[in-house]
C-alpha cells in the first residue's frame, strides 16, 4: 500500500472555480513533487520541493500553484483551469530529491468542465 | 530527442513467456535508474532500481549498461497479472531531482 495519501481522489471543476490538492506522507521523505499525466502518456513533471523550498518549476502556468506547509505536506492550488488541464496529479516523495526512489501517491483524478 | 526513450509497445505475449523491454537516456551524468510498473489508471508503483552490478527480484532482472546508456528489464515466466505500462524513470544529480519518466512500455500476457 502507498505511503503517500492524496486526497481527493476524484475532483470536477468548474473553470471559474478554486479548488486545492493535497498531498502527505509521513516517511520522513525531505522531497516531494507534482505530476502531470494525461491518457497513454508518461507522468511530466511539475514541482519539485526539497527540504520544503520549491527547487524547480517545470514552466508550469500560475494558475497551478504549490504549497509546502511542512515537509509532510504538499499541496496544489487551482484556480481559473481550462478542460485540457483535466488529468491524473500524481504526488510523489522520496528521500532527497536526487538518486533516491520516489514513491507516489494514488493521484487525483481532476476533469475540468 | 527525448531524454528517456522507450519502445511503446504493446507487447503481446503468451503466459509463461520471456519478455525484454530496453530504455535509453540521453543525460550521460545520469546517476539513479527505475523501472515502475502503472496499472490502468493508477499510480505508478516501483518496481526495481537498478545497478550497476544488475539486480534480480524473483522473475524480474534489471542491468544498466552505461557505456551504451540502455537499461533493460527482463520478466521470466510471464503471468498474466504482469500485464501493465512498465516505465523507466531516470534521475540526475544535475539536474536537481528531476525524475524523467520514458513513454512507457504496454505488456499484455494472454492465456
Known amino acids: 500500500d502507498t505511503e503517500v495519501t492524496q486526497t481527493p481522489k476524484h475532483l470536477v471543476m468548474g473553470m471559474t472555480n478554486k479548488k486545492s490538492l493535497k498531498c502527505e506522507q509521513h516517511m520522513g521523505h525531505r522531497a516531494m513533487y507534482w505530476y502531470k499525466q494525461k491518457a497513454k502518456k508518461p507522468p511530466e513533471l511539475m514541482f519539485v520541493?526539497?527540504?520544503?523550498?520549491?527547487?524547480i518549476n517545470e514552466s508550469v502556468p500560475s494558475r497551478f500553484s504549490p504549497e509546502c506547509p511542512n515537509s509532510s505536506l504538499l499541496n496544489l492550488h487551482l484556480h481559473a483551469l481550462q478542460p485540457e488541464d483535466s488529468a491524473l496529479y500524481l504526488c510523489?516523495?522520496?528521500?532527497?530529491?536526487?538518486?533516491?526512489?520516489?514513491?507516489f501517491g494514488q493521484g487525483t483524478r481532476l476533469t475540468v468542465v | 530527442r527525448k531524454e528517456v526513450e522507450q519502445d511503446p509497445g504493446p507487447f503481446n505475449v503468451p503466459e509463461g513467456a520471456t519478455v525484454a523491454f530496453n530504455c535509453t537516456y540521453s543525460n550521460s551524468a545520469s546517476q539513479s535508474f527505475f523501472w515502475y510498473r502503472q496499472d490502468c489508471r493508477k499510480e505508478p508503483k516501483l518496481l526495481m532500481s537498478?545497478?550497476?552490478s544488475g539486480n534480480e527480484d524473483g522473475r524480474f532482472t534489471a542491468q544498466l549498461n552505461r557505456a551504451s546508456q540502455y537499461i533493460s528489464l527482463l520478466i521470466r515466466d510471464s503471468k498474466l497479472s504482469d500485464s501493465a505500462t512498465y516505465l523507466c524513470?531516470?534521475?540526475?544529480?544535475?539536474?536537481?531531482?528531476?525524475?524523467?519518466f520514458g513513454q512507457g512500455t504496454e505488456l499484455s500476457v494472454k492465456p
Open positions: 510523489a516523495s522520496s528521500q532527497v530529491a536526487s538518486y533516491t526512489e520516489a514513491f
Open positions: 537498478v545497478y550497476s
Open positions: 520541493y526539497s527540504y520544503e523550498k520549491l527547487s
Open positions: 524513470a531516470v534521475n540526475s544529480e544535475n539536474q536537481g531531482g528531476k525524475l524523467i
